[in-house]
């Protein structure tokens, strides 16, 4: 039978549990204890049938103070472990301003194009525009209307990746961009034109660290009338001394190509030995730069000019053996392979 005795004794226990109760799982065992469905406190108030009838009012009474009186310290309790919680996760979350930031990467411009950059801009000086010519390309265009027709052996110049559609082929130089060019600006053959053309070549080779299946060129060409080797020697010059340094010799040497005639290429004065002779010029004092020439007759008919009124140049540069020169790069694999500690040297 419970005793009034017991009641005040439990009372104490759970008064006294309770102020040491610090976290939300232990208040909850303790509300299951005392005050619960079958907490001792409920089950205390339901066996008041039990007692004695005299005694049976008092305990009761006294039964239900004491649970109002945990259940009001429960709450108080219940309210204090709240905001305890709450100032200990903003404490633990708490921003710490001393903390240096986190950087925020950034990216950086490829090598090529930079070097590509700085090309567009000393041709833009010089009145060239830029024109965007395909990089699949027809078998017709890449050779035969450049003054290559088939089965010449100056094929042979160009190891080609050819598609399965014949005929359709990836282009292994910018030169058939000129064609393009002249039908696009020239209006049949009417205006003069001033472009370059940048863009991706594609050849069928052997990957070693000269040579690459793929790489940029940018190509050069003007017509108008009147146009000369002189002009092109003269803008070919001015060209290298701002890209290379004002105070490099240039020379032209004599060359073969089959869209050109005369045929030229162009040498600067090396970079690293100052012409003096080095192994990055190997021991020439000159680092080879650009192929150029006047446009071939057969060219020049084929953009839609009259050639006996008609003339003009041509050149064909690439911006990563430029940078390579400029940077002193032993190897051209290094450019195409996204390898961070390379490309953030620049
Ligand atoms: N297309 C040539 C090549 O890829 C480069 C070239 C040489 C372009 C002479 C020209 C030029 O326009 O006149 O080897």
Known sequence: MPSLEQLESTYTQAAAELSKIT???????????????????TLALRSVGQIAPEERAAFGKRANEIKNALGAAYSEREEAIRQ??????????????TLPGRTIPTGGLHPTTQTLRKIYN?????????????????????????????????????????????????????SPGQVRAMHEYGENGTQPIRVILPGMCYRYEQISARSEIQFNQ??????????????????ISAFARRM??????????????PFTEP???????????????????????????????????VVLENGGYDPREWSGFAFGMGPERMTILL???????????NDLRFLEQF
């Open 263 to 297: 045929s030229m290429e162009v040498d600067v004065e090396c970079v690293l030995c100052g012409g003096h002779g080095c192994p990055m010029c190997k021991y020439t004092g000159w680092l080879e730069i650009a192929g150029c020439g006047m446009v071939h007759p």
């Open 327 to 337: 940077h002193g790069i032993p190897d051209i694999r290094y450019f195409w392979a």
């Open 218 to 235: 940018v190509e050069g060409l003007a017509v108008g009338r009147n146009i000369r080797l002189t002009d092109l020697k003269g803008t």
């Open 23 to 41: 976290s939300g799982d232990a208040l909850e065992a303790w509300e299951r204890r005392y005050l619960g469905k079958k907490g001792e406190i």
């Open 84 to 97: 305890h919680e709450l100032a200990q996760t903003l404490e633990e979350g708490e921003i710490d301003v």
């Open 122 to 174: 000393i041709w833009a000086e010089m009145g060239f525009q830029v024109y965007r010519s395909r990089d699949v390309e027809d078998d017709e265009t890449n050779f035969t209307l450049l003054n290559i027709p088939p089965h010449h052996p100056a094929r042979d110049m160009w190891d080609t990746f050819h598609t399965t559609t014949p005929g359709v082929i990836l282009r292994t130089h910018t």
């Open 244 to 257: 290379f340094g004002p105070d490099k010799r240039v020379r032209f040497r004599g060359s073969y190509f």
